[in-house]
């Protein structure tokens, strides 16, 4: 009985499974259809992917209870960005925009940062008033960011073609060398960088659900493994139906791009929403620019590895437009997380700059 229950707790992802063996066997089929039946398809599999997402951070979840923060919610967006990473990988092996990893990054900053972090404060500033956190986790994810962007993203403008490969390995080690310092910072001397104690009346409120960690630690890390598994093929179908859907269409080269971003975002937003409207700014703080910074420190150097592997340099510097909305985005975030609470103000700036960021996207800039 056990093992039907849980069967029945993890149906999406065994529907998953299903849709995933459904494209492996039709896929020939769908693209001789045309585009029209294969942006369909890839609409059905970016659906799938974000449900099967959403249940491998429901166990990402239960593992970040029972360990607590920091690392609860490292693992939540360490989940992310392997699904991130593995969608990417499988999208550039095929025929892609060089512009591809470049623009999911930016993507995926735009929407942490200023989609989830500014809905975030927005809605809990509005429920709560001012929400507290630990100002010191704001000012080290900032500087960090900043330092990552600059290094891998606007840098690379001023290096010669002929020197990419030098550079390209140098960014690899850099990226390494920050993220080693930053675990260790995270999980050990300064491990309360990015936590918050809550009054003990205000830890009375929490949700009732997240003490309901009944299924095993093992359990939980076996299914987030099956499913970024079943992700990784969904995507490399995905990808598939996405580039025949899209050929010879006026549709922005960002938008693979922001599709991708989102999927990987789409659990983060659930969990970073829920924990805000419960008044832990913390977690969501933790959430959205910890995910800013995995993303851009470990998908570079994974994704730098393959250009120089295959021997294809990635277009990585940001255009203008780009480099101008990181920069305000990492001065108003430096701003708002400067004094350890934030407001509905403070959450709206963020998720102006956010609907600017897709007018933009529209526009092709």
């Keep these: 009985m056990e093992i039907v229950s849980r069967l029945k707790d993890e149906m999406f992802l065994m529907l998953a499974m299903v849709v995933a063996a459904v494209a492996y066997f039709s896929e020939h089929t769908v693209l001789e259809m045309g585009r029209g039946a294969a942006l369909i398809a890839a609409s059905a599999l970016v659906a799938t992917i974000v449900v099967a997402s959403v249940r491998v951070a429901h166990h990402a979840e239960i593992l970040a209870i029972k360990v607590g923060d920091p690392y609860g919610t490292m693992i ?48 809990g500033g ?39 490969h030098y550079y390209s390995a140098f960014t690899i080690v850099a990226m390494i060398a920050l993220y080693g310092l930053f675990l260790r910072m995270q999980v050990g001397q300064h491990s309360y960088f990015f936590s918050y104690a809550y009054p003990r009346s205000e830890r009375k409120k929490s949700d009732p659900a997240e003490h309901s960690t009944e299924e095993s630690t093992a359990a939980s890390i076996a299914t987030i493994l099956i499913g970024v598994v079943i992700i990784g093929l969904l995507a490399e179908f995905m ?19 922001i599709v991708v971003a989102a999927i990987s975002a789409a659990p983060e937003i659930l ?20 995910a800013s910074l995995s993303t851009v420190i470990l998908t570079v150097p994974v994704m730098e590895a393959i250009a120089l592997y295959t021997g294809q340099p990635f277009i990585m510097a940001m255009t203008p ?15 708002n997380l400067n004094d350890g609470e934030t407001n ?15 007018m933009l996207s529209a526009l092709g800039l």
């Design 76 to 123: 939540l967006t360490l989940s992310a960005v392997a699904v991130e990473v593995i969608i990417l990988a499988i999208m550039m092996s095929g025929e892609s925009s060089p512009t591809l990893v470049r623009d999911t990054i930016y993507a995926a900053l735009m929407l942490d940062i200023n989609g989830i972090l500014g809905l975030a404060a927005l809605l």
């Design 126 to 164: 509005l429920k709560h008033g001012e929400q507290p956190y630990n100002d010191n986790s704001g000012k080290t994810y900032g500087v960090m960011i900043l330092t990552a962007m600059g290094i891998s993203m606007i840098v690379p403008e001023f290096v010669p073609t002929d020197k990419w």
């Design 239 to 257: 990808s598939a139906f996405m580039t025949e859907g899209l050929r010879a269409t006026n549709a922005p080269v960002a938008l693979t791009a």
């Design 271 to 290: 969990t970073a929403l829920r924990a805000a409207l419960r008044n832990r700014m913390q977690a969501t703080v933790n959430i959205a620019m910890g």
């Design 321 to 335: 437009v780009q480099t101008v909305m990181v920069a305000i985005t990492l001065i108003a975030a430096a701003i």
């Design 344 to 358: 509905a103000i403070e959450g709206m700036t963020h998720f102006i700059l956010f609907a600017t960021f897709l």
